[in-house]
T-cell receptor, first 113, second 113 residues
Framework: DTGVSQDPRHKITKRGQNVTFRCDPISEHNRLYWYRQTLGQGPEFLTYFQNEAQLEKSRLLSDRFSAERPKGSFSTLEIQRTEQGDSAMYLC???????????FGDGTRLSIL | GENVEQHPSTLSVQEGDSAVIKCTYSDSASNYFPWYKQELGKRPQLIIDIRSNVGEKKDQRIAVTLNKTAKHFSLHITETQPEDSAVYFCAASIRGGSYIPTFGRGTSLIVHP
């Protein structure tokens, strides 16, 4: 399967801990997006990269969140000092070019104890 | 920013019936409208999309219509099957540039055998 892959699938951690998620996009896709999805809601945009450049960040992305895509391939999303409100599904999507359809990964479900 | 409203939140139909899900958007500059299907615990999957220069698009049992003047678009599923049961999300975005979609809150479609 050469689709978008995310790791881990599930993460349970205590409040105040740091967590890091990884996303591997479809290999030829130059754009990579991060979303957050909570129960009963559609995905909410967090940030996106074109190649290695982070081009836009949502107001949802507080200072505790940081994302990287160092070589324009895989990306990481780190959340520092996690809070209860960070519990959600974190989805990654990738696309080819400007306006290409986005293909999603299975997501990482984060639960904060 | 863009605001997407989606109705109904839940739709229950008998197998073989048709299902219609409606979305409205606020930004007249939006020109790309994808629809995603998300089964429980799985990734959102693109099922059909439409661009603003087209009024209708069909793919087998699925069709999408767009009314730019009224700023609304709809998903039509004919001859529904139990495997169509899922949450469906509409989205609106501006193709070109950042292409960041704004998603609706989703419609839970239940097809009863």
């Amino acid at each position: 399967d050469t689709g978008v892959s995310q790791d881990p699938r599930h993460k349970i951690t205590k409040r105040g801990q740091n967590v890091t998620f990884r996303c591997d996009p479809i290999s030829e896709h130059n754009r990579l997006y991060w979303y957050r999805q909570t129960l009963g809601q559609g995905p909410e945009f967090l940030t996106y990269f074109q190649n290695e450049a982070q081009l836009e960040k949502s107001r949802l992305l507080s200072d505790r969140f940081s994302a990287e895509r160092p070589k324009g391939s895989f990306s990481t999303l780190e959340i520092q000092r996690t809070e209860q409100g960070d519990s959600a599904m974190y989805l990654c999507a990738s696309s080819l070019g400007e306006g290409g359809p986005q293909h999603f990964g299975d997501g990482t479900r984060l639960s904060i104890l | 920013g863009e605001n997407v409203e989606q109705h109904p939140s839940t739709l229950s139909v008998q197998e073989g019936d048709s299902a219609v899900i409606k979305c409205t958007y606020s930004d007249s500059a939006s020109n790309y409208f994808p629809w995603y299907k998300q089964e429980l615990g799985k990734r959102p999957q693109l099922i059909i999309d439409i661009r603003s220069n087209v009024g209708e698009k069909k793919d087998q049992r699925i069709a999408v219509t767009l009314n730019k003047t009224a700023k609304h678009f709809s998903l039509h599923i004919t001859e529904t099957q139990p495997e169509d049961s899922a949450v469906y999300f509409c989205a609106a975005s501006i193709r070109g540039g950042s292409y960041i979609p704004t998603f609706g809150r989703g419609t839970s479609l239940i097809v009863h055998p």
